[in-house]
């Protein structure tokens, strides 16, 4: 009977446009244009950047040498355009004007300071609200400082070597695969979340809020099938909804990666099918079955007690930030899956994916975010039974 | 057979519902302590203006809603201790409920046959001859969303009727129907009558009333007011005709109950 109920369900929810849009065109299309748009917009702005000849203003009565070392700075650091000022107050001027992108001014006492071997003041003008000036003026700069630094070195006679005692190498002996799970493996659960919970939602109001809207729900409830073989009937269509939506979303991230010419990236790829093991997407889902019966079990008291399909939207969309919001925690380095975050719903399955990405997920706390989430959806299917099962919430 | 007795049903009012009635009551009675009995073959009527109490009885008698106290026989089943078996055996049709409009007929009919386990052959002949009668051949590959309320009725009296129930509850069938629709629903209690199914209709028209049916109930407020045949009712009127009886009847309780 139950089988009956989801068959009929799935059949009704797979003719409804706004169902499909959500469950499958949208988490399918998502990605593909999201890295497509803003990988052409990316490589747009790096070329337009590469191009650009970058505005440098010098005080002419300043110290001839900086300006001069300035001027010769390495042809790698872009191409440059001198703008020469009277004083340092027509310069700061302009940088306020957006007329240049930076401004450099030796400060009193430079040369003396120089002579003397001391820092000399160097004042930098830039705006913080012009893209990457700060980065950009720092980058003439630094190549500035080193030719004084060397300069230097040869006045005390010293070697640059005698100064500088370590020579420290760093070598990461991660693999690729625990790189990638622990820096970008936070997307996939997130990515879950999000879709899987908006996969949910449509098919729930249209199942439940949508019944009684439609005034077919007093029907259905005079024929000989308990409530529970309806609900749970129901509930298989609204969490395999949820679970589609969220597995589109992943299979139109991976085409994204393999096929998209601009967003298409080869190292990553690798690592990616070494990962898509039968076993890792056998755990995956083992954690995520469960969070979509408890988001589905969340909805659907809500829809039964709805009036409107407004109404059910209207309170399920703001839970939506409250359930996928934890989710953005995988996202937050430091934050690691230990015994009590374990336990933590939604934040668990979230670090519980990222480690199992990077291989490095322990069983135990595998077992005990398994736990908490199964435990949870029953809670969340009582709940949903409980109020399906009130007279008044059916039928008002 | 329904056998419906001491039916008493209360509902908890909301803080707002306490507030729009204007009282402090935490239960309103809706129906309070019915008593009657529909016998095969015959057509019992609830009539009663709106409000009266008609919907939440027949919702009782279809195992929607449980009663407060009381107790229901369907076909000698009690409804209250198993309300499985005793909608099986029951068809439940009423004049506002709807249909699965992304459905079609045939499709929609299957549902409700799998819904009373009715077996697929069975399933497959009773569809047939109901298609046949009804003339719905020609659209049962439609979508329901997409065909006339009077083909949307005939659907629902074949949804009612697909695992061919010993007991048909109707509530208001005809309303917001026109005459010709109204006709098909006419027939099916008629039908019903002469295969010697029980029949209960809910409705405030008189006429219908008049045509169909041969045991009367009048229901106000809650209370059963009259209960018997109807040429008993007719025997004993004192007004000039049904409807001006019917008038005559529910005025008299508001002046007991004023007095």
């Known amino acids: 009977m139950i089988f009956s109920v989801f068959k009929k369900e799935l059949k009704d929810t797979l003719r409804d446009k706004r169902t499909l849009r959500t469950m499958l065109l949208i988490p399918l299309l998502a990605f593909p244009l999201i890295m497509t748009v803003s990988s052409r917009i990316t490589a747009h702005f790096e070329a337009e950047e590469a191009e650009e000849t970058i505005k440098i203003g010098l005080v002419k009565s300043g110290n001839k040498e900086l300006n001069n070392k300035i001027s010769g700075a390495p042809k790698m650091m872009g191409d440059k355009k001198l703008i020469y000022f009277d004083d340092s107050t027509s310069l700061m001027k302009a940088v306020q004007l957006d007329s240049i992108d930076f401004g450099v001014c030796s400060a009193n006492g430079f040369e003396q300071a120089l002579r003397e071997q001391r820092p000399a003041i160097t004042r930098v003008f830039y705006k913080a609200t012009s893209l990457n000036a700060e980065q950009r003026a720092a980058g003439f700069l630094d190549a500035v400082n080193q030719q004084y630094k060397d300069q230097r070195y040869r006045e005390l006679r010293l070697s640059k070597e005698k100064l500088e005692p370590l020579k420290i190498t760093y070598q990461n002996i991660a693999s690729n695969k625990e790189m990638l799970g622990k820096l970008a493996g936070g997307i996939l659960p997130y990515i879950f979340i999000a879709f899987g919970f908006v996969g949910c939602m449509y098919p729930a109001i249209d199942l439940f809020t949508g019944e009684k809207e439609r005034k077919t729900i007093e029907t259905l409830l005079t024929s000989p099938v308990q409530r529970w073989k309806l609900l749970v009937g129901k509930m298989g269509v609204i969490v395999l909804s949820g679970l589609t939506a969220a597995t589109c979303s992943l299979i139109g991230l991976y085409f994204s990666i393999q096929f998209i010419d601009t967003a298409k990236n080869q190292e990553i790829m690798q690592i990616v099918n070494g990962i898509l093991s039968p076993g890792f997407i056998i755990m995956m889902y083992a954690l995520l079955i469960p969070l979509t019966i408890f988001f589905a079990g969340v909805m659907i008291p809500i829809t039964i007690r709805a009036k409107t399909f407004k109404e059910a939207q209207s309170i399920i969309t703001p839970l939506n930030f409250v359930l996928v919001l934890p989710a953005m925690v995988g996202f937050i380095p430091g934050v690691e899956l230990n015994w009590m975050t374990a336990c933590i719903p939604v934040i668990n399955v979230v670090l519980s994916t990222k480690e199992l990405i990077a291989g490095t997920l322990e069983p135990g706390l595998l077992i005990i975010s398994f736990a908490v989430m199964t435990m949870l959806a029953a809670a969340a299917v009582l709940l949903s039974h409980k109020q399906f099962d009130r007279e008044t919430n059916i039928l008002e | ?259």
Do not use: W
């Open chain 2, 1 to 259: 057979m329904i056998q419906a007795l001491n039916l008493v049903k209360e509902f908890e009012l909301t803080r707002q519902q306490r507030k729009e009635l204007n009282t402090t009551d935490k239960l309103v009675r809706a129906v309070d302590d019915i008593s009657f009995t529909c016998e095969p073959g015959k057509v019992y009527s609830l009539l009663g203006p709106n409000g009266a109490g008609k919907t939440t009885t027949l919702r009782m008698l279809a195992t929607i809603f449980k009663p407060t106290s009381g107790s229901i026989l369907i076909n000698g089943i009690d409804a209250l201790k198993y309300p499985q078996e005793a909608k099986a055996e029951i068809g439940f049709l009423t004049g506002n409920t709807g249909l699965y409009a992304r459905l079609t007929p045939d499709e929609l009919i299957n549902y409700f046959a799998d819904l009373y386990g009715v077996e697929k052959q069975t399933r497959e002949q009773r569809k047939e001859k109901l298609f046949d009668l009804f003339n719905m051949h020609e659209f049962k590959h439609k979508r329901i969303g997409k065909l006339s309320t009077g083909m949307t009725q005939k659907v629902s009296i074949c949804r009612t009727m697909i695992h061919d129930p010993q007991v048909i509850i109707f509530d208001e069938p005809t309303s917001g129907l026109d005459v010709i629709a109204s006709e098909n629903i006419i027939n099916l209690v008629n039908n019903s009558k002469k295969e010697g199914k029980t029949i209960i209709f809910s409705s405030h028209i008189m006429s219908e009333v008049d045509l169909l049916c041969d045991h009367l109930g009048i229901v106000h407020k809650g209370k059963l007011l009259f209960d018997g045949t109807m040429e008993t009712f007719k025997s004993e009127m004192q007004a000039p005709n049904l409807t001006a009886e019917f008038i005559r009847i529910i005025q008299s309780t508001h002046q007991l109950n004023a007095q």
